[in-house]
T-cell receptor, first 113, second 113 residues
Framework: DADVTQTPRNRITKTGKRIMLECSQT?????MYWYRQDPGLGLRLIYY???????NKGEISDGYSVSRQAQAKFSLSLESAIPNQTALYFC????????????FGSGTRLTVV | GENVEQHPSTLSVQEGDSAVIKCTYS??????FPWYKQELGKRPQLIID?????GEKKDQRIAVTLNKTAKHFSLHITETQPEDSAVYFC????????????FGTGTRLTIIP
């Protein structure tokens, strides 16, 4: 079945380290998103991309960067990780910008110590 | 931008009873309102959605209602079962080109056997 895959599933890293979270999809969707989930705060948008040449900041982009390497791949980087970036990160895809709902990836649980 | 508020944050109901979760949104141009269910340790999954041209939609034991005038929408679960226990998120799109979803903060629903 077509799916959205994230790697790694879990990661512990130290403060100040650079880390990359990867997302790949076989849905054939053009639009990809990165959200972080924190208890009590729901899902907040970090970055989104509507095609390979399109990158847009979300509501909480500070401290993060992204790369859209291909239609199927969208990576999130933390240039210098800090403890308050400890969260559950989800990649999502959609085919018409959310009008038909997202498909979420399996999630990456990141802990910054 | 869009702001989505969700209540309550936690909800416990006896098995067999009904559960209602409510959300309000701020952008009158929003026209797509999905609901996601996230089971423990899993990714959010779309369970039902509604567009602004209808007032109610049902799918077996779940239903969603939309009041565009008041800018609120609700999820109704009838005859609740233990497998309904999960975190539920509402969302609304930002209708500038149907871009990205803004999520509520989530409701943890617990079904008491």
């Amino acid at each position: 079945d077509a799916d959205v895959t994230q790697t790694p599933r879990n990661r512990i890293t130290k403060t100040g380290k650079r880390i990359m979270l990867e997302c790949s999809q076989t849905k054939g969707h053009d639009r990809m998103y990165w959200y972080r989930q924190d208890p009590g705060l729901g899902l907040r948008l970090i970055y989104y991309s509507f095609d390979v040449k399109d990158i847009n900041k979300g509501e909480i982009s500070d401290g993060y960067s992204v790369s859209r390497q291909a239609q199927a791949k969208f990576s999130l980087s933390l240039e210098s990780a800090i403890p308050n970036q400890t969260a559950l990160y989800f990649c999502a895809t959609s085919d018409t910008g959310g009008d038909y709902g997202y498909t979420f990836g399996s999630g990456t649980r990141l802990t910054v110590v | 931008g869009e702001n989505v508020e969700q209540h309550p944050s936690t909800l416990s109901v006896q098995e067999g009873d009904s559960a209602v979760i409510k959300c309000t949104y701020s952008d009158s141009a929003s026209n797509y309102f999905p609901w996601y269910k996230q089971e423990l340790g899993k990714r959010p999954q779309l369970i039902i959605d509604i567009r602004s041209n209808v007032g109610e939609k049902k799918d077996q034991r779940i239903a969603v209602t939309l009041n565009k005038t008041a800018k609120h929408f609700s999820l109704h679960i009838t005859e609740t079962q233990p497998e309904d226990s999960a975190v539920y998120f509402c969302a609304a799109n930002q209708n500038v080109g149907n871009e990205k979803l803004t999520f509520g903060t989530g409701t943890r629903l617990t079904i008491i056997p």
